[in-house]
């Protein structure tokens, strides 16, 4: 049986349907012809571009200070839950991830008797086991100033670390902790003993490496949101020299086995002491994979941590019945007990050794809540091992998006009052760039800043009031029309 009825018109509608956009479209053109408006119409046009690219110069003046940081910090945190939302609905596989996790936990470390010290024998078992499973680098987020309340301990430890350092065979690369002083130079550290006995002219590839384990906390908030490159110190000759930070350092370690590789980069920034160098420099490692190393502080985005490990929260801070918020390291997070039975999954994988007891002082704000100190480094080494670093678009890209912002926003203010133009301009961004920057940050890391665009609606109101004003030939009569 055949229906020639809705065939029939089938196509005559389909016509319909695609005439109703072009109309559309065609009268907006008629509407928008610059060519077609009156002589005043056109003057406060031409007048709105100017005042957008006016607040276009103010707004790139103020986004490098303070307060420009910290709008910028704000939205960014959006992308960042979004994003880090959308992980926890999927469980790390223990087998898959890259990165694992050994947590002395709050009930461990109880047990414990809650040192003020980790155990150093306890923390030589865990490095025997990490080695014999033949993990590709163990990050160590434990500090090693100090000595144990049993010397004996330190001295299991120090021996344990010493036989993988000169195990070549089973290469384990180990990352320990190592602060700088309030003087400027680094603090000592169990294993200084062993790193100044090794031969300066590292005919072999290291197994053992120091690491800075600062992060960054901006604003008057205090969340931590970055992590550090490296940071500056005083060697024993006076002269100052670089301590890397904890994800390259990692980063480097499981890919190209040492960190030799940013020797040049050393040397530029030693050499460029005291003077502005702009840019990043790009770092092509074994496995293809580029790693940007910014130089100044305009290219902070690419040190920007993206959240995609997160714990299960009631792990790591005391919450209320009600409040726990749960993650998706339910199978990578191995506790001290269970270290024997998952010795295999350690193979070729980056494993982080922590304590997340919250008595323990490391539990550290974020944007996705808080969570101890280890999970955040966790996370800073899988930014740039996993994902594309946060990065800035071409400066071409944000001129033609400015352009497009300054030419919607002289449209809407010519046509509608003040406040309503605000609206629908700062509405429209949103839906529009807000949508497309969201896109382009999950797939390329590339954040488009359309904050301060929305930013400059405000500023363009007030530009739009002032000519009011100007225009009304005085604010008695602007404040009378306000009121009415």
Sequence with gaps: MTRKGPRKHFPRFISLVCRIPLRILRSLGTSLDIRRFPPKKRTQFFVNIAIGFAIVILLHFLQHTRWGESTLDNFFDLFIRSESGKAVRVQDDVQAAPILFVDIDHET??????????PRDKLARILEILHDGEAKVIVLDILLEGQDCLPENDRTLLDVIRRIQLDHKRPTKIIIPQRIGTEGDLKKNLIDVLLDQEDPEHARPRNVFRASPTLSATGSDNIVRYWNLYERFRGKDGEEEIIWGYPIVAVLAAVEGDIRILGPFEERLLKNKGRHRKGHEALKLADGKRIKLPYDKAHLYLQRLRFLLVPDRSNNVSAEKGDLIRGNLFQTVIRFQELEYYKASFKDKIVVVGNSSPDVGDIQRTPVGDMAGMYVIGNSINTILVKEQPSPPPVWMNIL??????????????????????????????????????????????????????????????????????????VTEYTQNKKV
């Design 401 to 474: 998006m400015e352009i497009a912002v300054i030419i919607l926003a002289a449209y809407v203010f010519l046509y509608f009052t003040s406040l309503l133009a605000q609206i629908i301009a700062s509405v429209l961004i949103l839906l529009v760039f807000g949508y497309l920057s969201y896109l382009c940050f999950l797939r390329t890391g590339v954040f488009l800043n359309f904050v301060f665009a929305i930013v400059g609606m405000g500023f363009h109101e007030t530009v739009a009031d002032f000519e009011e004003i100007l225009e009304k030939k005085g």
């Design 109 to 118: 470390y109880k047990q414990w008797g809650e040192p003020l010290i980790t």
